[in-house]
């Protein structure tokens, strides 16, 4: 079993926000499998699919990107098979990376990312895989709240980041790169 976490904020207000990449690569992944977010489970919005016998679950907490470590928490606790360091791979935007750049990592800290400090506190744990997503084009005046909470700009990078990091995620749900493979490979790439 596989679980992908896409971090973000639930609500028509904060689509398509900077906030909201994790949840713009879930999207995608969904729209190539021809899925819908129709179920609820562990305090959030999930679609499922099964790839070679093995269960992935693609979920979008509804508990707002402050609060995501709960959600993650319910997972774990309800899919007690679920190997932290293997089978979650937690995907949000990163403010320190430049826009459309993508890092993927086997574990490490929250960084400045407080829904990425809400899933490392509630799991008490930093060993599980993350993509992270760029997304820098902050103008320098502007507030950071305000900035990742405002829309994508028509032109921005951040697209094509999304973009990688969806592609990278399809390549390792059916097979075609294991993990460290891809790391490397897309990591070489920024």
Do not use: W
């Not at 959030?44 to 269960?55: F, I, M, P, R, T």
């Not at 820098?136 to 994508?152: G, H, R, T, Y």
């Amino acid at each position: 079993m596989k679980l992908i976490i896409g971090l973000g904020n639930i609500g028509k207000n904060y689509e398509n926000t900077y906030h909201n990449v994790g949840f713009m690569v879930l999207d995608k992944i969904a729209k190539n499998y021809s899925l819908k977010f129709n179920k609820q489970d562990c305090l959030s919005d999930c679609a499922e699919l099964n790839v070679n016998g093995e269960k992935v679950i693609l979920a979008k907490p509804r508990t707002y990107m402050n609060e995501s470590g709960k959600a993650v928490l319910e997972f774990i606790h309800k899919y007690k098979q679920l190997k932290l360091d293997e089978d979650l791979l937690i995907v949000y935007d990163d403010l320190d990376l430049p826009a459309g750049s993508v890092r993927i990592k086997e574990k490490g800290g929250a960084g400045t990312h407080n829904g990425m400090r809400s899933v490392v506190s509630c799991l008490n744990s930093q060993n599980f895989r993350r993509i992270r997503v760029g997304i820098n084009e902050k103008p320098q005046e502007m507030d950071i709240a305000d900035f990742v909470l405002s829309k994508l700009k028509s032109n921005s990078l951040v697209q094509e980041g999304v973009d990688i990091a969806s592609d990278s995620i399809l390549s390792l749900i059916d097979g075609e790169m294991n993990y460290s493979n891809l790391m490397n490979a897309v990591n070489s790439q920024f």
